[in-house]
């Protein structure tokens, strides 16, 4: 239930809380325990453009990290029993049954989970909006804020259009890389 929290958490109430926890200066509770702990005078998360990206990266991490725990959950439980207690049988130590048994039968897992990460990337928009307004900060502008920013602040609906064509097109062709690459990285035989 831990895991899976930050996934059923409203999205705006994450960025919320992630907003209290990496705040600058000595408002911040990251910055201020590092400071007591450490020394460390930390960065400003959220208001420098090399280092939102960290905190976008860190705070999509938490909030997805339920999911993919289910997921991968999941694919485990897949794997027969059997194949891993032949290999062991076979005088197969743990890391080589990872390598040549686990690895390849989640395979398919791993690629779900990929895609699936890879297309929710594309439509990042309400965390990043609440975390750091990227009309004020050019390092957590992405394709879906262009296309907010254009039809909705500068009613250039024809731009916006034109930038929610150009997404779909990019997340098209990544999501065709990602199956191509499939037909040679994933094994669907057990």
């Given amino acids: 239930m831990l895991y899976f929290m930050p996934v059923v958490t409203s999205s705006v109430a994450v960025a919320l809380m992630w907003q209290i926890i990496l705040a600058g200066g000595d408002y911040g509770v990251l910055n201020a325990s590092l400071e007591r702990w450490f020394g460390i005078t930390g960065p400003d998360w959220l208001g420098d453009p090399g280092w939102v990206i960290v905190a976008i990266a860190i705070v999509t991490i938490w909030s997805s990290l339920g999911l993919n725990v289910v997921i991968f959950l999941a694919g485990l439980q897949t794997i027969p029993p059997q194949i891993v207690e032949a290999a062991r049988m076979d005088g ?97 035989d057990t």
């Fill in 92 to 188: 197969a130590g743990s890391l080589r049954i990872f390598r040549s048994v686990t690895l390849p039968l989640l395979s398919p897992t791993i690629f779900f989970s990929t895609v699936v990460a890879v297309i929710s990337s594309f439509q990042a928009f309400d965390q990043i909006y609440v975390l750091v307004n990227p009309k004020y900060n050019d390092g957590a502008r992405t394709i879906v804020y262009q296309v907010y920013e254009l039809g909705f602040q500068d009613f250039q609906f024809g731009m916006s259009s034109a930038a929610a064509l150009i997404l779909l097109v990019l997340t098209l062709l990544v999501t065709l890389v990602q199956f191509a690459a499939q037909k040679r990285l994933v094994h669907y």
